[in-house]
């Protein structure tokens, strides 16, 4: 049974400081990982994707993945009110299958 | 290029009573997926299309059935819908190799009384 572990939260972080949103995942051959953004009431935003070790940056978002111990996070600089959400992490085993596996999401409040 | 478009938006239902989503893309994607998310659970899979005239079953496809009509639409039919199948469903689009994103549709929120 392939999983994808989030911490349901709710993580709760001052406007301007940064947060940080972490994912452990089981299979270890998987080769994709993502991460969706979802406001109350809305679908899943594709925010960020990465699929190599390291760090990818995309304006304020960093995605960190680091495959030896199947870990992937989120990092949000200069964190808004808007980034209030549930943010959802996924996972694809491999390049042949396009199945995603999703965490439970982690729901992510900003305080102004 | 309005991306996945869903409907009904909402719906309620009774038991026993039967309705089918509607879900289309503009992508030009090949797949097609249908989730289901409940609170606690996530999202899961009922059923998907890798490419139009082939459908297969997901995590969770016990009282569903679906048709992929043509390369732009998959529909999700309750033939005979009961209490369990309350839930928001999305319907979401595939990007091609090699990355595969999948792109959602605005959702369902279905209601069965």
């Known amino acids: 049974q392939k999983e994808v572990e989030q ?20 299979d270890r051959g998987s080769q994709s990982f993502f991460w969706y953004r979802q406001y109350s009431g809305k679908s899943p935003e594709l925010i960020m994707s990465i699929y190599s070790n390291g760090d990818k940056e995309d304006g304020r978002f960093t995605a ?3 495959k030896a111990s199947q870990y992937v996070s989120l990092l949000i600089r200069d964190s808004q009110p808007s980034d209030s959400a549930t943010y959802l992490c996924a996972v694809r085993s491999d390049f042949g299958n396009e199945k995603l ?7 992510l409040t900003i305080i102004p | 290029n309005a991306g996945v478009t869903q409907t009904p938006k909402f719906q309620v239902l009774k038991t026993g009573q039967s309705m089918t989503l509607q879900c289309a893309q503009d992508m030009n994607h090949n797949s ?12 899961r899979l009922i059923y998907y299309s ?3 005239g082939t459908t297969d079953k997901g995590e969770v496809p016990n009282g569903y059935n679906v048709s992929r009509l ?6 999700l039919r309750l033939e005979s819908a009961a209490p369990s199948q309350t839930s928001v469903y999305f319907c979401a689009s595939v990007a091609g190799t090699p990355y595969n994103e999948q792109f959602f549709g605005p959702g369902t929120r279905l209601t069965v009384l």
Request: with cysteine; charged share 15%; net charge neutral.
């Open chain 1, 7 to 26: 911490n349901s939260g709710p993580l709760s972080v001052p406007e301007g400081a940064i947060a940080s949103l972490n994912c452990t995942y089981s």
């Open chain 1, 64 to 66: 960190q993945l680091n």
């Open chain 2, 32 to 43: 097609m997926y249908w989730y289901r998310q409940d609170p606690g659970m996530g999202l």
């Open chain 2, 50 to 52: 890798a490419s139009e």
């Open chain 1, 101 to 107: 596996t999703f965490g439970t999401g982690t729901r």
């Open chain 2, 70 to 75: 043509n390369k732009r639409e998959f529909s």
